[in-house]
RNA sequence: GCUGAAGUGGUGGAAUUGGUAGACACGUUGGACUUAAAAUCCAAUGUCCAUUAGGACGUACGGGUUCAAGUCCCGUCUUCAGUACCA
């Protein structure tokens, strides 16, 4: 009986699908533990050998801590929404739903074959209306909240507005937009309800705001900061440019400090947290306001320096700084305006890529310093951003580099305010190193005193305080596009409204096309249906809009992350239509104790599922405020594309070797065409793609030798390798230990398929080690004591590796077993059992199929891990290296039964000892446990 | 520039706490079986010297600590990833 796995593995797959094997139980008395990985977007193009890479590595972790008693949630979905199927529905006109129920299908069918334990049971689609009305119902919570500082959580509106009603917001201590104007209780007991609502938008979580938000004129939608890359679009790669539009927000930066905090209580890698911090961008110093001279207005300016204001001898505004057109004079206006304009005309990409250049202009206009009165003359310069701090600096040339390049260039004056500091090269910026000098009431004071004291004189001054600052923004939550998340919003009188609670889901309207519509306004413009009736509560077509029963309905969908922000808790109890989770499932669930999936969601997603979880906490909706206690990032698998060089200009091909001959062209084929030797399949590549067909092709040793390029694995370079093919070449456990075996996890690495049929042939040994010939072999004989010590090294590796994430590791450890118990000639069940277990985690299938051979009933995955024992691995005498300051190194055969003074008195006594140490007596042995005697002389 | 990770045979990669570097696999070479091929099995395989016995060198480079360093410390170089006029 040879090693069927295709059968094998079909049997499997059918009978844990109707067993239900993996099904999580919801009120379990084991102990919990969560399993998830990132669910995928089902692109059109389906799984490549890259996507399961972290599905093996999480399931194989999910199948151990089966094997340990606990009662495992692991559970898969879909992230459906996305901008493919909406392309794809622009260029076909075929509705996105549907493109995503066939992507869907054929994801799932390949994930089945590689046999995952998913709980399909609890799948969720973001893109399913029984999902999204949750997402709709956070929004709604969002919309009804408003961050107290004091309290530091997020609290019900209602409160907020009566206190209002009471107090006004003097008292108020909250994270809001920066124009709120202070009013009284009686001010507001006075604003018309509009008003009212004006200004409670501004406290909301999530609010309606004209933003500068990046366009894609192409794509037609605003995106995210994290979804530009180098100054384009991340998908399809269009230019991207600043605009001014009104749009959802979302108030994440009022968690700015607790997403810093919450990094401690959590187990992510040090560079994960690293790139949250630095996106989170916390800095302390202070705010500081000049006056201007001749006006009444103020500019107020964030440093990091404070104890550097002496130095401080010009001020740079960011050219859209709104002060700008104010404080120009007369004769610098035309400077100025022509400055402004070029910048505004520079995409931000260009001013990024020029960042040697130093720009500005005088604006003629004069601050006041806080404490010398002296007059501080205001540039303008690009080097200032607009969008960060106020869009201001104190400029102190001799403490900042910058501020120094751009003194230089336009001869201002620079202060020296060091002590004992040489500034005529550059600025002096150590922080630690810091004396002042030569500034009044600051002099001598190291940075920490002159930086307290510089704040508390601003503030007697009333002229400024300490701040902290953050380079978080808020985060946009509108898209102008079709496949997304409606919002649960109607307009009346300009002011947004939430539909009530019970009325969710708000269901996407059906629209005729894709594309936003002629006027400029997203796509759900075009839905005939598109309207709220307020009194009946429902979708109604526009044409009944009156203003007065029945309003337009929001135009906007959300974005990609809105879905994605929360869907681990939905897991937890996937059906529930009254909650999106009941509480006794969050209670038990709590949150995800191992999350696996890309680095390339370290400010994205992984910050706004922070962001919401905190919040619905905040809100007693979750007892976790933190969703994932531990993180691992797998690295990519990269594609190996392959590469023919066409001689320019005509339709002949050369050979890799004779390139350099030519002037040639790089086209990248298929990879499927090209063997293990980078031979390429002529006849193959002529029915591949036309253009080919007439080709002419130069060999080398007759063969047609491509050029390799280790790049992302993507369809436009034809690099793609299929899972499904290994899985029926090799079976899905091959797939499953290969994948593994390539190397360390979180280490991107190229596919290549050069090992596996090592791997495979591993398979087969073990089958055998398992059957006689054609009979199932296994016996109920004593075991051996090798045999013994073989299973329980591997228990102890496999164990280690698996609580380490060393899976690669493991793969040679069950090949080196299975290779010493072929030898050993072991069929003892009381071995062979236990091993099956061992590698079922790695390859489930086979583990089955052995496990049902050995007489069980149940499936594997129910089985107890193997119990190791020590005593198994210890041997009656060891071989110790002996070294004598490093020069001599001999072995001794010790027994283990000696003490530590008995085993000193045998090496003293050694023959070779003796005589290798002649004349060099040492006066000390060191046993280091297990390892090496050192004698030290 | 800054932050993080890394650098080990022909290749992918092992090496626990500082304790026999190169496990395991691929590839290569030789052999067995076979009419032949595939499959399978066996042996060799870091470099150099040596017929052998054996020896020397060897974990990017240069130093250091230690009886002992791939591992720890200092400096240099290189690669990858993220990020950037962040005041």
């Not at 490549?48 to 089966?66: E, F, M, T, W």
């Not at 995106?223 to 605009?243: C, F, H, M, Q, T």
């Not at 409606?486 to 009530?500: A, E, K, L």
């Not at 489930?844 to 190791?868: C, D, R």
Request: aromatic share 12%.
């Amino acid at each position: 009986m040879s090693y069927d796995y295709n059968a094998i593995e079909k049997k499997w797959q059918a009978y844990w699908a109707k067993n239900e094997t993996f099904k999580a139980d919801g009120n379990s008395k084991k102990e919990k533990y969560y399993v998830l990985d990132m669910f995928p977007y089902p692109s059109g193009a389906g799984l490549h050998v890259g996507h399961p890479l972290g599905y093996i590595a999480s399931d194989i972790y999910a199948r151990y801590k089966r094997h340990k008693g606990f009662n495992v949630l692991h559970p898969q979905g879909y992230d459906s929404f996305g901008l493919p199927a909406e392309q794809y529905a622009i260029q076909t006109g075929q509705h996105p739903a549907i493109t995503t129920k066939d992507n869907i299908a054929r994801y799932r069918e390949q994930l089945d074959k590689i046999g995952f334990s998913f709980d399909w049971s609890k799948e969720v689609r973001t893109s399913d209306p029984a999902y999204y009305k949750w997402t709709q119902w956070i929004f709604i919570q969002l919309f009804n909240s408003w961050y107290d500082i004091d309290a530091d959580k997020a609290r019900d509106i209602k409160e907020l507005e009566a206190i209002f009603a009471s107090e006004g917001n003097a008292t108020i201590n909250a994270v809001c937009d920066e124009d709120v104007k202070e009013f009284s209780a009686a001010d507001w007991n006075g604003f018309s309800s509009k008003e009212q609502q004006q200004e409670l938008l501004k406290y909301r979580l999530t609010y309606l705001a004209e933003t500068e938000v990046n366009w894609c004129p192409q794509l037609g939608t605003v995106l995210a900061n994290d979804e530009i890359v180098n100054g384009v679009s991340e998908r399809g790669g269009y230019p991207v440019i600043r605009k001014k539009m009104t749009q959802w927000s979302m108030r994440i930066s009022a968690y700015a400090e607790r997403l810093l905090q919450g990094l401690e209580t959590i187990d992510w890698t040090d560079s994960l947290k690293e790139s949250q911090r630095n996106w989170i961008g916390k800095s302390v110093g202070a705010s500081v306001t000049f006056d201007i001279k001749g006006y009444n207005d103020k500019i107020e300016v964030f440093t990091t320096r404070p104890d550097t204001i002496f130095g401080a001898t010009f001020m740079t505004l960011a050219p859209e700084h709104d002060l700008v057109a104010k404080i120009t004079t007369a004769e610098q206006k035309e400077a100025v305006d022509t400055y402004v304009e070029a910048t505004a005309k520079r995409s931000e990409r260009e001013r990024m890529a020029d960042v040697k250049t130093i720009s500005g202009v005088f604006t003629g206009a004069y601050a006041e310093h806080p404490f010398t009165k002296e007059p501080v003359p205001i540039w303008i310069g690009d080097y200032v951003l607009a969008g960060y701090g106020t869009g201001a600096v104190m400029a102190v040339p001799c403490g900042d580099q910058r501020d120094y390049d751009f003194a230089k260039h336009f001869d201002i004056p620079i202060k020296n305010i060091f002590e004992g500091i040489d500034i005529s090269e550059e600025a002096f910026a150590d922080k630690e190193k810091t004396v002042i000098a030569n500034s009044d009431f600051l002099n001598g004071l190291n940075y920490k005193k002159a930086t307290k004291t510089a704040i508390y004189e601003l503030e007697k001054l009333g002229q400024g305080q300490g701040k902290t600052n953050y380079r978080l923004r808020d985060a946009v939550f509108s898209r102008q596009r079709y496949w997304g998340e409606p919002f649960p919003v109607y307009y009346v009188d300009g002011m947004p409204q939430m539909i009530d609670a019970t009325h969710l889901p708000v269901e996407l309207p059906e629209v005729e096309k894709y594309l936003p519509t002629e006027t400029g306004e997203p796509p759900l413009g075009r839905a005939d249906v598109w309207a709220w009736d307020a009194v009946n509560n429902k979708v109604v077509p526009n044409d009944k809009i009156d203003d007065t029963t029945i309003f337009p309905l929001e135009l906007n969908t959300m974005p990609g992350w809105a879905g994605s922000s929360w869907y681990l808790f939905r897991y937890m109890d996937a059906g529930n239509e009254e909650a999106f989770a009941s509480e006794e499932a969050l209670q038990y669930w709590q949150n995800v104790d191992l999350y696996i999936g890309g680095s390339e969601h370290a400010t994205g997603h992984l910050l706004y599922a922070r962001f919401w979880t905190k919040f619905l906490h905040d809100k007693g909706s979750l007892p976790v405020d933190e969703p994932f206690k531990k993180l691992i990032n797998q690295g990519m698998i990269l594609g190996t594309s392959a590469i023919v060089y066409r001689v320019s200009g005509t339709d002949n091909y050369v050979s890799k070797g004779l390139k350099d001959s030519y002037e040639t062209e790089e086209l990248r084929v298929d990879v499927s065409l090209i063997n293990s030797a980078d031979e390429l399949d002529i006849e193959g590549l002529k029915k591949w793609q036309p253009q080919f067909k007439d080709a002419n092709f130069e060999l080398e040793d007759r063969k047609y030798i491509v050029g390799r390029e280790v790049e992302k694995m993507s369809k436009r370079w034809y690099n793609v390798v299929n899972p499904d093919d290994i899985c029926n070449d090799y079976g899905a456990d091959t797939l499953r230990l290969y994948e593994m075996f390539l190397g360390p996890l979180e280490q991107a690495k190229p596919w290549n398929t050069a090992g596996i049929t090592g791997v495979h042939s591993f398979l087969k040994k073990m089958w055998k080690l398992y059957h006689n010939e054609e009979v199932f072999a296994v016996t109920d004989t004593e075991p051996t004591k090798d045999s013994l010590k073989t299973l329980h090294k591997t228990i102890k590796k496999v164990e280690e590796d698996i609580e380490n994430f060393s899976f690669n590791t493991s793969v040679s450890t069950f090949m080196i077993a299975v290779n010493e118990l072929t030898a050993q000639k072991c069929t003892a069940r009381a071995i062979l059992e236990p091993l099956a277990v061992l590698i079922s985690p790695y390859a489930p299938h086979i583990a089955e199929e052995l496990w049902q051979k050995l007489g069980n009933n149940e499936s594997v995955a129910t089985a107890g891990f193997p119990v190791f024992e020590e005593k198994h691995l210890v041997e009656s005498t060891k071989q110790y290296p002996i070294s004598f300051n490093g020069k001599m190194r001999f072995t001794m055969e010790l027994s283990l039964d000696l003490s530590k003074d008995e085993i000193e008195a045998a090496v003293m006594a050694h023959e070779k000892t003796q005589q290798q140490l002649a004349g060099r007596t040492p006066k000390k042995v060191i046993i280091v446990p297990g390892k090496i005697v050192n004698l030290v002389g």
